[in-house]
């Protein structure tokens, strides 16, 4: 699959395997893609989300992001579900961390030497590939470009589709701007 990702493509996957290992995570998940797809300056997926608004506030996302880290990777809509139970995520979380210290729930590693092996790519990360292929292959595209990728992220369920969302970036906005529909159009 990896012979047909543009050299975007590539970048983004790389750079989550970047922000992965900066983080100490033990593998590459969603999250790191997203944050690697802000990352870039150039692509189609970069043109998308300048296009939509968040590459102006891509600090405001990679907060977002990392408030659900500190939140073990709930969505805020699994927090505000909890709390219909009567189970106040901020507090558990507070209450971790004011044992455990800041990030505790986040997966990462705050001790020992770096492990400079290959990061594995996590669940949620393998089946954004796995979609940017399949929406490659059904827009009868011959590559998968950063654009597949982003586009992926908007469709699957979870953290960084939901800051998509609430940053305006959902699949039929950015397949307007990239594809039509609108008036900016990627070439």
């Known amino acids: 699959m990896f012979e047909r990702f543009t050299k975007d493509a590539r970048a983004v996957v790389v750079g989550a395997v970047e922000h992965a290992e900066g983080v100490g995570a033990d593998a590459v998940d969603a999250g790191h893609l997203l944050l690697a ?27 977002a992001l990392g408030e659900a880290r500190r939140r073990a990777g709930l969505s805020q809509a699994d927090a505000e579900a909890l709390a219909g139970l009567g189970i106040d995520v901020s507090e558990i979380v507070a209450r971790v961390e004011e044992v455990h210290g800041v990030g505790a729930m986040s997966g ?64 039929e906005s950015v397949v307007r701007v990239l594809y039509g529909e609108g008036e900016a159009k990627a070439g």
């Open 108 to 171: 990462a590693r705050k001790s020992g030497p770096g492990w400079s092996g290959r990061r594995s790519f996590g669940r949620d990360a393998k089946e954004i590939l796995e979609k940017a292929l399949r929406i490659a292959v059904a827009r009868r595209d011959r590559h998968i470009g950063d654009e597949h990728i982003l586009l992926a992220l908007t469709v699957r369920p979870g953290v960084p589709g939901e800051v998509l969302a609430d940053h305006g970036v959902t699949y």
């Open 37 to 63: 797809l802000l990352d870039r300056e150039a692509g189609r997926a970069s043109f998308a989300l300048a296009a939509l608004g968040p590459t102006g506030s891509a600090d405001a996302v990679r907060e």
